[in-house]
């Protein structure tokens, strides 16, 4: 008869906890964690035993969120380096109200305040 660790299995909210307090000191997403526990389970059927989890799955586990968190941090910042993406945002921020399309700026009025103030 087997042990019970090697029978029974993490569930995928021990598996996200697990994986959180891993990483707790740093500021990972929890969408992060946990779709990559998710496509452990897609691709295995589960997380397997106890046993199991704790020798190959957390493992892999970690590895899926270190490698889709360098991924993101590449992608950020390819974008923010992206002239075309800084014009466009400084275009939405910054802007005068058109009303007539219904476009509302979200920094131009502290802008025009701030500048009104030095103005004076």
């Known amino acids: ?9 993490p569930t995928k909210a021990e598996a996200i906890n697990d994986a959180k307090n891993s990483f707790k000191n740093q500021n990972i997403p929890d969408y992060v964690i946990e779709r990559c526990v998710q ?3 897609d691709q ?16 892999t586990i970690l590895q899926r969120i270190r490698q889709m968190i360098k991924t993101r941090k590449e992608k950020i910042s390819i974008i ?14 910054y802007r005068p109200p058109d009303e007539t399309q219904g476009h509302k700026p979200l920094r131009y009025r ?8 030095k103005a004076i």
């Open 1 to 9: 008869m087997s042990a019970w660790y090697e029978q029974s299995g």
């Open 39 to 41: 496509a452990e389970i």
């Open 44 to 59: 295995y059927g589960g997380l397997g035993s106890y046993r199991g989890y704790a020798t190959f799955t957390r493992q």
């Open 80 to 93: 923010e380096k992206n002239p075309h993406f800084q014009r466009w945002m400084n275009c939405i921020l």
């Open 110 to 117: 502290d802008a025009l305040k701030s500048f009104s103030k």
